[in-house]
């Protein structure tokens, strides 16, 4: 039921083990402890850099107003962190980080 | 052999070096990921929480919501405790639950959700991910009304999205039921009852082994492979039926939280067994935990 639902929502990423019930990681512990651990990387900034105000972000080449974090691991920007630019919430943008002045947009 | 020997002592002081090393990089990692002491944070209403945090410090924060309502956070240890490696992780009884006394008419959805407002301002998280199990993630996913304070949402078998109102979803509810009671009614079930010499009733059994037989059904329910039972936590003692039912009743007539996971800004995992068979109902209260 809820399989269905969760279809087609871009910021859901859904993960369903193999023969595992309501307590998964009693049945697929392996599976579980692995999901968890891509699901937790995927929300949180495990390499996180602090951008100060004289750098610039380009997310696949466009000017981006840096927020607090980037996600170096996920390659991809934090999506709460996107409200200046909704390009940034879409896995796999590319980024790159270069010294410069906000001014200079 | 002169030389020798000066060799040798240098081989061997160099291992002791090593292992001295070692021994204080294992404190030192020990120290780093040891669970604190427990504590209690008292909330309004003269409740009090039972707080449990664990982890590393020093990584990000994530608030662990039990499941029930009335279950209570020892048994999600197992599930979350490897992210003690990389994360600070809370766990907490929810009011009401095992080790968080409250009285019965303070306890409800909304206050559950001002209990996580509590911890994160007691113990300055800043912003969380949050991961719910069961009905834990449907407070997981309410507390979105604070998106400002969530860095994003892990949901472990969460209960109904929304409450069916157009006929295809009404239809689907039907399904999953009628797929929810034949999960309980499996014969694997029974054929475990067997194998422990349990498939008897009533008097027959001691006490103890009716305890077995309990827990059985108990996994039966949660999990799918029943011959796991042993591992399968919670309940009796650790489930509080009338903090659980209170807690229930106070749910909405019916929510929609498709919506704004389709809208919302952060990001949401959720981690589903194939064969999660719960009940999904607004007036189905999870078997314990």
Redesign the interface.
């Known amino acids: 039921?809820?399989?269905?639902?969760?279809r087609d929502?871009?910021?859901?990423?859904?993960?369903?083990?193999?023969?595992?019930?309501?307590?998964?990681?009693?049945?697929?512990p392996k599976e579980?402890?692995q999901?968890?651990?891509?699901?937790?990387t995927?929300?949180?900034?495990?390499a996180t850099k602090t951008l100060t105000m004289n750098q610039t972000v380009r997310v696949d080449g466009d000017l981006w107003i840096p927020r607090l974090y980037l996600s170096m691991a996920g390659k991809h920007l934090?999506?709460?962190e996107?409200?200046f630019h909704p390009s940034a919430?879409r896995p796999g943008a590319r980024l790159s980080i270069r010294p410069g002045s906000l001014n200079g947009r | 052999m002169e030389t020798c020997r000066g060799k040798l002592t240098a081989v061997r002081g160099n291992a002791v070096c090593v292992f001295r090393t070692a021994v204080l990089v294992l404190a030192w990692t020990s120290a780093l990921f040891l669970e604190q002491p427990d504590s209690y944070l008292p909330v309004a209403d003269g409740c009090r929480l039972f707080v449990k945090e664990l982890g590393d410090s020093r990584g990000?924060t994530?608030i662990v919501l039990h499941g029930g309502f009335g279950a209570e956070h020892s048994?999600l240890l197992?599930?979350?405790g490897?992210?003690a490696k990389?994360?600070r992780l809370v766990l907490f009884d929810q009011r009401g639950s095992l080790r968080s006394p409250c009285a019965a008419d303070a306890i409800s959805i909304q206050k559950h959700l001002d209990e996580i407002e509590s911890l994160t301002a007691d113990l300055n998280l800043g912003?969380v991910?949050l991961i719910g199990h069961?009905r834990g993630a449907y407070l997981a996913l309410a507390y979105q009304q604070h998106?400002a304070k969530?860095?994003?949402?892990?949901l472990?078998?969460?209960p109904?999205?929304?409450t069916p109102s157009d006929p295809d979803d009404v239809a689907?509810?039907k399904?999953?039921d009628d797929a929810a009671r034949a999960f309980l009614q499996r014969p694997a079930i029974m054929l475990q009852l067997k194998r422990e010499g349990l498939e008897a009733s009533g008097e027959t059994l001691t006490s103890r082994q009716k305890s077995f037989a309990w827990r059985i059904r108990l996994a039966g329910?949660?999990?799918?492979?029943v011959e796991?039972w042993r591992?399968?936590k919670g309940g009796q003692a650790f489930f509080s039926q009338t903090s659980g039912n209170t807690a229930a009743k106070s749910l909405p007539a019916s929510w929609d939280f498709?919506d704004g996971?389709?809208s919302?800004?952060?990001?949401?995992?959720?981690?589903?067994?194939?064969?999660?068979?719960?009940p999904?109902g607004r007036d189905e209260q999870d078997l314990a935990?």
């Open positions: 039921m809820n399989r269905t639902w969760l929502l871009p910021q859901v990423r859904l993960t369903v083990l193999k023969n595992a019930g309501h307590n998964a990681w009693i049945d697929a579980f402890d999901a968890l651990s891509k699901a937790m995927w929300l949180t900034l495990r934090h999506p709460c996107t409200a919430a | 990000p994530a048994y197992e599930a979350v490897t992210l990389s994360y912003k991910v069961s998106p969530v860095a994003g949402l892990v472990l078998g969460p109904s999205l929304k689907l509810l399904k999953s329910a949660n999990v799918y492979h796991r591992q399968v498709t996971l389709r919302t800004a952060c990001p949401v995992a959720v981690i589903l067994g194939s064969r999660d068979r719960r999904r935990p």
